[in-house]
């Protein structure tokens, strides 16, 4: 019975050693916190909180498929998560898209929380400098996270000095000194490289130097301008990609061989990427080697096309409608079924979403057509900036003309 009664003493003691155990772990566990809802199947909420020796936990973005800081949570304040994203990473929603926090820098509680739900506009701002996130208009001193400079962010609505925010399911207040709006993102168009003494067609403004070419890769290099891909920009209208403030998207229509001879090395230099609208049914699987003096365009080859993937990624300009009957492109004058063969042809062939209208000629049924056959973005030749909320399906874009001075290439790309 001794025996017995000795036993039933220890564990006893056991037992409440482990309680004040749970009690010490949960005072501990008192830091900033993330709710996180595993599954639709299950209705229990966690709670994710801050290693108790953390000031503050990074957010990092993985765009690039690499991981990046964007940004910071501050302790002592509860945040949302959206899954369990790999072995390594919770996903939060972040600006406009996802980020990410590192699971060794938090930990996992189940009690019960929810936050508000909210809902950004299409209206951004980019941030000047590291920008802090506050509780509440009136405290500017305590901040509940940080994002990084140069990012675009979305605003959900404003009031007097302050925009309000939207961070991992928390909703917070930054300063309008803190930052600037965004005009949108530059979609350049380039064409034809030909130096003066080559070009068959002077004053033609599709038609750029070399030289002018390379200055102006070089002024986006210095200035730390990305150079986007469409995959980037679809992502970025959708809400899932979040993207810096300094970026540009270079698009090269019509697929000429001077494109391969001037532009292709000059951005493999810089690390810059492009986008080339190709022409299908100009697209031989051979050709004469590049001439600067050719009394006709020269385009470029199967081979050289593939040679350059590295630089440019490969979009529809249609496969044999890029045509002008009169003033009218052929897109828009040939009947519908011929279109949507041509485009179906074009799009196969290039294995793309993307497609840009030949002269920038397009109307109601050319549009619906494009949707039809699977396009995701479409691209005219409109003068402007692309925005949050803009038709996916009219894209502007800005045409990059010769003569351009510096201080004019910098006021197009948002730099001045």
Excluded: C
Aim: glycine share 6%.
């Amino acid at each position: 019975m001794k025996r017995y009664k000795m036993i039933f003493k220890s564990l006893s003691v056991m037992a409440g050693l482990f309680l004040l155990f749970a009690f010490v772990i949960g005072i501990v566990q008192s830091a900033m916190s993330i709710n996180y809802t595993p599954s639709k199947a299950s209705q229990q909420t966690s709670i994710l909180e801050l290693e108790p020796n953390s000031a503050f936990t990074p957010v990092y973005d993985n765009r690039k498929e690499e991981f990046t800081i964007v940004g910071y949570l501050q302790n002592g304040h509860t945040f949302e998560i959206l899954r369990d994203y790999s072995n390594e990473w919770w996903q939060i929603s972040f600006g406009n898209g996802n980020g990410y926090v590192k699971k060794t820098d938090v930990i996992v509680n189940e009690e019960p929380y929810r936050l508000k739900s909210t809902k950004n506009t299409n209206d951004m701002f980019i941030t000047i400098k590291e920008t802090n996130i506050f509780e509440k208009p009136s405290d500017s001193l305590h901040p509940i996270a940080t994002i990084a400079q140069n990012l675009r962010y979305p605003i959900m609505t404003e009031s007097n000095d302050y925009y309000e925010v939207k961070i991992a399911g928390k909703v917070g207040y930054v300063k309008k000194s803190d930052v600037e709006l965004d005009d949108g993102i530059p979609i350049l168009m380039y064409h034809h490289f030909s130096y003066d003494e080559d070009n068959l067609y002077p004053g033609n403004l599709n038609i750029i130097p070399p030289h002018e070419f390379s200055q102006q890769m070089t002024i986006l290099a210095e200035e730390e301008v990305e150079t986007i891909t469409l995959t980037d920009l679809e992502g970025y209208l959708n809400g899932t990609t979040n993207l810096p403030g300094k970026v540009v998207a270079l698009t090269f229509d019509d697929g000429l061989q001077s494109v391969n001879e001037y532009a292709y090395p000059i951005l493999k230099t810089n690390k810059q990427l492009g986008n080339l609208f190709i022409i299908t049914g100009r697209t031989p699987n051979e050709g004469a080697p590049y001439n600067p003096k050719a009394t006709k365009f020269q385009y470029l080859t199967t081979q050289m096309i593939d040679n350059m993937r590295d630089v440019f990624s490969v979009s529809a300009h249609t496969h044999n409608m890029h045509r002008l009957k009169g003033q009218t492109s052929h897109l828009v004058a040939k009947p519908l079924e011929e279109v949507q063969e041509d485009l179906r042809l074009n799009k196969s062939i290039l294995e793309t979403d993307y497609f840009a209208y030949p002269f920038g000629k397009y109307n109601e049924d050319i549009v619906r057509v494009v949707k039809e056959e699977g396009f995701k973005m479409a691209f005219t030749t409109k003068r402007g900036y692309v925005k949050k909320g803009d038709n996916p399906y009219l894209l502007n874009r800005l045409n990059v003309p010769p003569g351009m001075t510096i201080n004019e290439y910098k006021k197009l790309v948002g730099i001045d």
